[in-house]
């Protein structure tokens, strides 16, 4: 089994643009960060971008596509997710244009998908789920298409919230909160 370097926290400033500092762009803070992120891994190194809403989706996508980040998104008919998840994983080893693979948290068309070519995997924002058990297996479901037998490199799990928002209430109930028990 590949080691895990598990929750590294990235705490952004905002979660959308600052206008008192002119700072987060176009997208916000919060996305900056999860594009730096991604280009500070290596070019060899691909990432599963797990994010949960539709529309924040679609933000997600034309950020990376802003900063030149070319990424797959599993979505459409299930032949379209297949290929997409098909293409991802031929992509392993290569210095290729496509690193990202960005899905749907709640999408099941990717449940129990060796994804080991990848060896990143970010949380845009923590799961709105209705219970601990429910968040639970989300999140293991997630990371497992990464870290699983075959994964031959060290898995990073990178989690982004931004400052003062529900992402940080939802990250101390349901994942600081149940590790002290």
């Known amino acids: 089994s590949a080691a895990a370097r598990l929750s590294s926290v990235v705490l952004a400033t905002s979660l959308g643009v600052d206008k008192e500092h002119g700072a987060g762009g176009k997208f916000g803070t919060k996305l900056q960060d999860v594009v730096k992120r991604i280009q500070a891994?290596?070019?060899?190194?691909l990432i599963l971008v797990f994010v949960q809403f539709p529309d924040l989706m679609q933000k997600v996508s034309e950020a990376l596509s802003a900063a030149g980040v070319k990424a797959l998104q599993v979505r459409g008919s299930v032949?379209?997710?297949?290929?997409?998840?098909?293409?991802?994983?031929?992509?392993?080893?290569?210095?290729?244009?496509?690193?990202?693979?960005?899905?749907?948290?709640?999408?099941?068309?990717?449940?129990?998908?060796?994804?080991?070519?990848?060896?990143?995997?970010?949380?845009?924002?923590?799961?709105l789920a209705g219970s601990q058990q429910e968040f639970e297996a989300?999140?293991?479901?997630?990371?497992?298409?990464?870290?699983?037998?075959g994964q031959t490199r060290t898995v990073h799990l990178w989690r982004f919230l931004a400052s003062a928002t529900i992402d940080t209430e939802i990250y101390e109930q349901r994942v600081v909160a149940p590790s002290r028990a």
Do not use: M, W
Request: some cysteine; hydrophobic content about 35%.
């Open 41 to 45: 891994c290596a070019p060899e190194e």
């Open 138 to 149: 989300c999140e293991t479901q997630a990371i497992g298409r990464v870290r699983r037998y």
């Open 79 to 127: 032949h379209q997710k297949t290929n997409a998840l098909d293409q991802f994983q031929e992509e392993s080893g290569k210095k290729s244009d496509v690193r990202v693979l960005l899905l749907n948290i709640r999408d099941e068309s990717a449940s129990g998908a060796n994804l080991t070519a990848a060896n990143h995997v970010l949380f845009v924002h923590p799961l």
